[in-house]
């Protein structure tokens, strides 16, 4: 017994971040933010599966993920809330600063990340911007995929610095996310 609340405490936690989606599963009932987004957040889930399911080489699960969806009508919402369906998603950078601007989203994400060993940003560039002009997470903690723009502030932050091209993780970075992950894990 012991052994096993020395391992789950010793396990590393990681937060992933993405944002809303255009493609809802339903937008008239009632499901987690874990549930109700699809499109390009499935990219994402994936990549948190893939955490939460890989194990160490002892066999033991290799760290505690957690998920959470910056959205337009709620601001950040952990991936196992509540939520329904909402008419606009915002999807530019006049949209990420009212959103912000209402729910304070950087303030609150910020925040959260305080307890977690690794936290990976999968969201768009104007909205990491936000973060990174907001400097409110501390230095060596963050996996960003971002825009190269980003490239040499991410890395003076001691981050690590993937680029963004098309999708919000694609494959490459998926693996190199993986293999930061076992690095702090070991």
Known sequence: MAKLMTET???????VITNDSTVFK????????????EGRTTEV??????????????GNKLCDVSYGVITTKYGFVPGNYMVTGYDE?????????KCQEEKQYVETVSYLTQPFDLVIFCIPK?????????????????VAVTSPEFKERVEAKH??????SGARVGDENADEIERIVRQICA
Do not use: P
Not at 9 to 15: A, G, H, S, T, Y
Not at 26 to 37: H, I, N, P, Q, T
Not at 45 to 58: G, Y
């Open 45 to 58: 889930k994936h990549l948190v599966a893939r955490l939460d399911t890989a194990k160490n080489e002892k």
């Open 89 to 97: 998603v915002m999807d530019s950078k006049d949209g990420y600063e």
């Open 159 to 164: 981050w690590h610095f993937l680029e963004r």
């Open 126 to 142: 104007e909205m990491f911007r936000l973060f990174l002009d907001a400097d409110q997470i501390r230095d060596g903690c963050v």
């Open 26 to 37: 339903d937008k008239k009932r009632l499901l987690s933010a874990w549930e109700m987004f």
């Open 9 to 15: 405490v010793l396990r590393k936690r990681i937060l």
